[in-house]
């Protein structure tokens, strides 16, 4: 008997029902969750799996899959062939300054590049001890946020609040300020057109060299906006594996939350609180889970992540925003109330915080930080004495003043981003006093001349202090320049 040579074994079933973008399949006993089969050219992800008792009086097994694509090519009776692998996607160099689709494909030409290297999209987040310590600051030029909620290499900041507060503005602004960064914007379930303008402004800032738009459109099937995170998360950990440090933007889960409900609808999985299934914890927690910082064993890279959630009427505690929370190393929340009265960015100070904190801060702004915090915490309860008309001290009423000052300071329009070092500076000069006599609708044309000045005239402070790295060695050079700037303003 001759021995048969070159032959394999495969799984082949067929499609028994088609409910799009839902294919029922039959004849598959060893096929995985998660696993991509075959049908024709077309390609489906395996969800869910039934025990069903059918007319032949026997149990059979049924595996459920979600078409990558339209099934309108699938009809009933068509083979469907098992792959053995779990979802892959291209990654490489290549994708930077390009907008692409959750399976790697060039949205504006509508072809895949051509990269040798695949990834798969599901995978294990580092391990305990492969982490290191989130220390190194990743600047964003919003001075509330660097100044009060400091983002650390490595650490999930929830960003959340209602529609139309300034979440998107926020994160854009965050990128923009990048410059030793890879940046990578997810769009989920978002309109083209807004996509593309977004786009237009990172051409426009020159941060396009290094940044990545993963974006699956509000018209685009259910299944490529549910992979659109993974895929971008996918293509971070190529980044910091070689040895680069990442920012991830996810705009926004709250979608992507609503689109896994719609999905575990159309399979029939049960719902629980609020329609969503069980899982919707394990959803995201596995997803953020994957950022972090390596240790420097393992290279010392770090992946960022600033996921967006939407709110609604300013509740904090509903389902989606809580679970976040709980997964995420602080949240800014961005209030409705604080963007109508132009305190833009509208950043509650109240219910925001960073985890990380001050250990993920420059040592210059560190320095002043804490007195800032100290002014903002009493200014709450000196308004209420003020607006009575209550007698308070001179202290007190200084105080009050400053943080007036500091409010003011706060406000930032967009894309008007200051560095680190004007920030040290000028709260240093509040803290100390010198903008004490200013009336505080003039305090923003002051701040913008002050910054002006010292680019202009005084830059060799901003060098020391970055030489230094602390104000106190440069403490004097600082406070002569100050007192010159305000003989002259």
């Not at 997810?186 to 057109?193: A, E, F, L, Y």
């Not at 593309?196 to 490529?224: C, E, H, T, Y």
């Not at 549910?226 to 926004?252: C, H, I, N």
């Amino acid at each position: 008997m001759k021995r048969l040579k070159n032959v394999s074994l495969k799984e082949i079933g067929q499609v028994v029902e088609i409910s799009p973008p839902v294919i029922k399949i039959e004849g598959l006993p060893g096929v995985k969750s998660g696993e991509v089969v075959l049908v024709g050219k077309e390609k489906a992800i395996i969800f869910k799996f039934t025990r069903e008792f059918t007319t032949t009086l026997f149990y059979q097994d049924f595996a459920y899959g979600l078409c990558l694509e339209s099934p309108k090519n699938i009809k009933t009776g068509d083979k469907v062939e098992r792959t053995g692998e779990l979802l892959k996607i291209p990654v490489g160099e290549k994708f930077l300054s390009r907008v692409i689709d959750p399976l790697g494909r060039d949205i504006e030409t509508g072809k895949e590049l051509k990269v040798k290297e695949t990834s798969e999209i599901e995978k294990l987040p580092p391990q305990i001890i492969e982490r290191g310590l989130v220390r190194e600051a990743l600047e964003t030029g919003i001075k509330v946020i660097d100044a009060l909620f400091p983002i650390g290499r490595g650490q999930r900041e929830l960003i959340l609040g209602d529609r139309k507060t300034g979440k998107t503005s926020l994160v854009v602004d965050a990128i923009l300020n990048q410059k030793d960064v890879i940046s990578i914007y997810c769009s989920i379930g978002q309109r083209k057109s807004e996509v593309l303008q977004l786009d237009n402004i990172f051409r426009k800032f020159g941060v396009k060299k290094q940044l990545v738009i993963v974006s699956a459109f509000s018209s685009d099937p259910p299944v490529l906006q549910y992979l659109a995170p993974f895929s971008a998360m996918t293509l971070a950990e190529f980044f910091r594996d070689q040895g680069k440090d990442v920012l991830v933007v996810f705009d926004d889960l709250t979608k992507h939350a609503k689109v896994w409900r719609q999905i575990c609808l159309l399979l029939e999985i049960p719902p629980g609180r609020e329609a969503y299934p069980g899982d919707i914890f394990y959803l995201h927690a596995r997803l953020l889970e994957r950022a972090g910082k390596l240790s420097d064993d393992k290279g010392g890279s770090s992946i960022t992540a600033l996921p967006i959630c939407e709110t609604k009427e300013g509740d904090i505690t509903e389902y989606i925003p809580t679970n976040l929370i709980s997964i995420t190393d602080g949240q800014i929340y961005l209030e409705t109330d604080l963007f109508q009265k132009a305190q833009i960015p509208a950043v509650n100070i109240g219910l925001s915080v960073s985890r990380i904190g001050a250990f993920a801060q420059r040592k210059y702004l560190r320095e002043v930080t804490g007195g800032l915090k100290l002014l903002l915490s009493q200014h709450k309860e000196l308004k209420k004495l003020v607006q009575l008309e209550t007698e308070v001290s001179k202290a007190a009423q200084r105080a009050y003043k400053r943080a007036e000052i500091l409010l003011e300071i706060f406000k930032q329009e967009k894309h008007k981003l200051v560095d680190s070092l004007d920030q040290s500076i000028i709260y240093f000069a509040i803290l100390n006093g010198f903008f004490d006599d200013i009336n505080p609708e003039k305090v923003r044309e002051i701040e913008t001349k002050f910054y002006r000045f010292l680019d202009d005239i005084h830059k060799e402070v901003k060098l020391d202090l970055k030489k230094f790295g602390w104000i106190k060695p440069v403490k004097e050079e600082i406070k002569k320049v100050i007192i010159e700037f305000r003989n002259i303003y």
